[in-house]
């Protein structure tokens, strides 16, 4: 089992920055890639960026340029850092971990709330 912890999220306005943490705890050597979803009312969850455990990225297209996603391995920490931050941002977020595993396992956050305002 994994556990995942989220922080960091709130209001900001529109052209502010925002950093979101997820800290993993648990069977943590288990974890192979660690992303971030977002999911707006009334619509789907989405991926926002992906990071493994090598350190390939993969971002939506809809951040690229304005969102960094990181990985502190010794720390068991995921960062999402969110620049220029549009209103159209506005979700919850969720922290996922994907396993090794064959079929890999996932595991969620809480979520946290971002809004940002015009």
């Known amino acids: 089992q994994v556990q995942l912890v989220e922080s960091g999220g709130g209001l900001v306005q529109a052209g502010g920055s925002l950093r979101l943490s997820c800290a993993a705890s648990g069977s943590i050597f288990s974890i192979n890639a660690m992303g971030w979803y977002r999911q707006a009312p009334g619509k789907q969850r989405e991926l926002v960026a992906a990071?493994?455990?090598?350190?390939?990225?993969n971002y939506a297209d809809s951040v690229k340029g304005r969102f960094t996603i990181s990985r502190d391995n010794a720390k068991n920490t995921v960062y999402l850092q969110m620049n220029s931050l549009k209103p159209e941002d506005t979700a919850v977020y969720y922290c996922?971990?994907?396993?090794?595993?064959?079929?890999?396992?996932?595991?969620w956050g809480q979520g946290t709330q971002v809004t940002v305002s015009s």
């Open positions: 990071i493994t455990s090598g350190g390939s990225t």
């Open positions: 996922n971990a994907q396993t090794v595993s064959s079929p890999p396992d996932d595991y």
